[in-house]
């Protein structure tokens, strides 16, 4: 399994190495990717997983893995995700790693549908992501717009609204 930190502190539960300490003192990686980490090798240990960053916003936390590798980490019948979700005491979706903002929002975002993903310049400067979903979707969301709006910015770095058409 590939992590953020090394295989050594996947392994100890109490420390890490001084190169992952640094890397958590200069904001490279969060304590959430390190827990995280820590629970996907007790579940899934050494399978072809690549865990790249967890995200959290209100009480949904997002694992962004490897493309192709979202459901070894959901397991057999969701098994992983709800030990996570138990240890944790979260919602936890699990996302493949993307650059295409419109994939990332339909996965994030799903049962509901996404009509598309709009770059909106502001006349100031600046720029943000507008993502279109139908209006009788609002329902469908997995948790509350702010929230996924939330998460969204915090992966792809550029502010983003959610807007019901």
């Known amino acids: 399994m590939k992590a953020p930190i090394c295989e050594v502190c996947l392994k100890t539960d109490d420390i890490l190495c001084p190169a992952d300490e640094k890397k958590l003192q200069d904001g490279v990686i969060s304590e959430l990717d390190v827990k995280v980490a820590r629970l996907l090798y007790r579940m899934i240990g050494d399978a072809e997983v690549e865990f790249k960053k967890a995200v959290e916003a209100g009480d949904l936390v997002v694992l962004i893995v490897g493309i ?98």
Request: avoid cysteine; charged fraction near 30%; glycine fraction near 12%.
């Open 68 to 165: 192709g590798q979202a459901a070894l980490v959901i397991g057999k019948g969701g098994k992983n995700v709800k030990t996570l979700m138990r240890e944790l005491g979260k919602r936890v979706r699990v996302i493949e790693d993307t650059e295409d903002v419109k994939k990332l929002a339909t996965d994030l975002l799903l049962p509901a549908r996404v009509f598309g993903v709009n770059v909106v310049f502001r006349p100031g400067g600046g720029q943000y992501y507008k993502v279109l979903v139908p209006r009788m979707d609002r329902g469908k969301l997995p948790a509350p717009p702010e929230v996924l709006e939330d998460i969204i910015t915090k992966i792809t770095g550029k502010e983003s609204k959610i807007v019901f058409a």
